[in-house]
């Protein structure tokens, strides 16, 4: 039974959350998670037609070798995108600009197979001479993969895509002397929710703690 406390805070218990509308529950569920990133992954058929969509699922998993996750929707409707995937074996992940974030998540509508969203949204497709997947040329990090793993998880039927970063385009003017990456230099926008777009504002960045030390300031990240 939902409470509420002497503030404004109340409280759900998991019956409370069960018996929410699907929408409300939903919503209230993804912005449980706080900010993710956002991300566009660019794919493409067998036949080479394009597919880009809006991602908020995307996480790091390790440096070495360098492997990113991502977690798709199950099989409901059809879903490009995961089709796409699994049929070539590689994809791109690109930062949502600050700047496009309207036309990003014009991606998320459901076209019909076959029509390209790049075209839809007013995106632009842009290639590497060494990945077939096409990249979203208005994103200030574009990122190559190569697929690693797919696994089913059966306790919702989402599906975990694991990646291999094989490629990476980014400004130089945005990486610092020990590798760190400016995102926020590079106006990349973050997510709440399920539609909800932000941009960021950096409180800090620390070095190394250590327990019995101070934590220390980085106070300039440019190289």
Known sequence: MTTKDKDTNMHFN?????????????NFINALSGFKSANLIGSLNKSGQHNLAIVSSVFHIGAHPP???????????PRD??????????????????????????TSARFDEG????EQVGLTPWFSSTH??????ESNIKIAMKVQDIQLLTL???ELVIGQVVEVIVDETAI???????????????????????????????????????LKLINTIKN
Do not use: W
């Open 176 to 214: 610092a002397v020990d590798g760190y990456i400016d995102i926020e230099q590079l106006n990349s926008a973050a997510i709440s929710g399920l539609d909800s777009y932000h941009g960021t504002s950096r409180i800090a960045r620390y070095g190394y703690a250590k327990p019995d030390e101070h």
């Open 14 to 26: 998991a019956c409370d959350i069960d018996k929410m509308d699907t929408r409300y529950r939903a």
């Open 132 to 137: 077939r997947a096409p990249f979203v040329a």
């Open 67 to 77: 492997l990113m996750g991502m977690i798709m929707r199950p099989h409901t409707v």
């Open 156 to 158: 919702n039927q989402t």
């Open 81 to 106: 995108t995961l089709q796409n995937i699994k049929d070539t074996g590689v994809y791109t992940i690109n930062h949502v600009n600050v700047n496009h974030v309207a036309q990003a998540h014009h």
């Open 115 to 118: 029509v390209s969203e790049f």
